[in-house]
């Protein structure tokens, strides 16, 4: 008899997997690897989503491992900006480069036409071994070359298959808003693959472990891998099967915490675009369906939120004005009293991890 998990079973598996139960006593390092990586299309919000899951983290951290060139801020995932480890980097980069080659195509269609890839990423290659630069400075090099060409088509050409790596800065959140990115292989100082099959088998092991039980689809949607069914099927004699309240299977690791439905959950607060609420097709578990729009903006953005109970309540925005920093939040239902006091405690915190020079600061409900 295959066991069936409830929403909430799922819900306190996830949790346990992503460190939001409760704040853990770990390196930067290490939080980065367990998680799969934190998606990071701006600066901020891996700090916010460390600091959510970590003990007494603190933003350095994070820059101290990223200026070693530990972590790395890269393409991987989904086509968009992640914070992986340099090891997880290498052991990935190459099973995401069919996915990168075929959103080219989508996105580009006819633009794509007549792009010699291999002249152009080569020419990009030697104009970011000269010096890191920023896309802006890389296309005014390609347009120099090619004046005829579609700059911005040869611009993502060159993000989508030379592998490349965001350079850091001495910021706060690591990264000015228009960073200068490297040659990946020159940054890092070791060969990064792109024409390797690598290990799938590896792919969905690392997801199941950071987001498990999940189905196949869930799988694909977290990575835009496509046709990893047959990778489960080679991984079945490996995997626990069970199925959710809908009947869809799910696959997870033997050995992986799954914690009682009854589990409490504190509540949280993620950043933007937190992979919690990215990483299945089914979201239940984490937000409910009626609440995704709220959440997911018409620009593509997905707004900072925050769990009572382990699931989407609300969102939440910091405010600056002057020394006040000021942490409002929209609740999409009315919460208790005794959850008010607990945001109100978390959302301090939050507030002084962000705006540390703030004289003031306060948490207002709408």
Not at 124 to 142: G, H, I, K, N, Y
């Amino acid at each position: 008899m295959v066991e069936v998990l409830t929403t909430k079973a799922l819900s306190r598996a996830t949790l346990a997997r992503q460190m939001l139960l409760k704040r853990e006593k770990t390196t930067a390092l290490r939080a980065v690897e367990r998680l799969a990586g934190l998606q990071a299309q701006l600066a901020r919000p891996p700090f916010i989503g460390l600091w959510s899951r970590l003990e007494r983290f603190r933003a350095e951290d994070l820059t101290r491992p990223v200026h070693a060139r530990k972590i790395v801020r890269a393409t991987l995932m989904r086509g968009t900006l992640h914070l992986v480890t340099t090891k997880d980097y290498r052991a990935l980069r190459p099973l995401f480069q069919p996915m990168l080659t075929a959103s080219l195509q989508a996105i580009l269609g006819a633009r794509a036409r007549g792009l010699d890839l291999d002249r152009l990423t080569a020419m990009a290659r030697v104009c970011l071994d000269e010096r890191p630069q920023t896309f802006e400075e890389l296309r005014s090099a390609l347009r120099a070359a090619w004046p005829q060409a579609d700059e911005r088509a040869m611009g993502y050409a060159v993000r989508m298959h030379l592998p490349l790596i965001q350079v850091p800065a001495e910021t706060r959140w690591g990264w000015p808003g228009a960073a200068a990115f490297a040659a990946a292989e020159t940054w890092l100082g070791a060969r990064v693959d792109t024409q390797g099959q690598g290990d799938l088998r590896a792919l969905v092991l690392r997801y199941l472990a950071a987001f498990g039980p999940a189905s196949v689809r869930d799988a694909e949607t977290w990575s835009y891998v496509r046709g990893l069914a047959d990778t489960f099927e080679a991984l079945r004699p490996r995997l626990r099967v069970f199925r959710d309240e809908r009947g869809r299977e799910l696959f997870d690791l033997p050995k992986a915490p799954r914690p009682p439905a009854d589990t409490p959950a504190p509540v949280r607060f993620l950043p933007d675009y937190d992979n919690v609420l990215l990483a299945h097709a089914d979201r239940t578990r984490v937000i409910a369906d009626a609440h995704r729009s709220k959440v997911a903006t018409a620009n593509l953005r997905t707004l900072a939120t925050f769990l009572v109970d382990g699931f989407v309540t609300g969102v939440w925005r910091i405010e600056r004005k002057r020394a006040s920093a000021s942490l409002l939040l929209e609740s999409f239902a009315p919460v208790s009293r005794k959850t008010r006091a607990e945001l109100a405690e978390e959302g301090e915190a939050l507030v002084r991890f962000v705006e540390p020079d703030a004289r003031t600061a306060d948490v207002r409900f709408g």
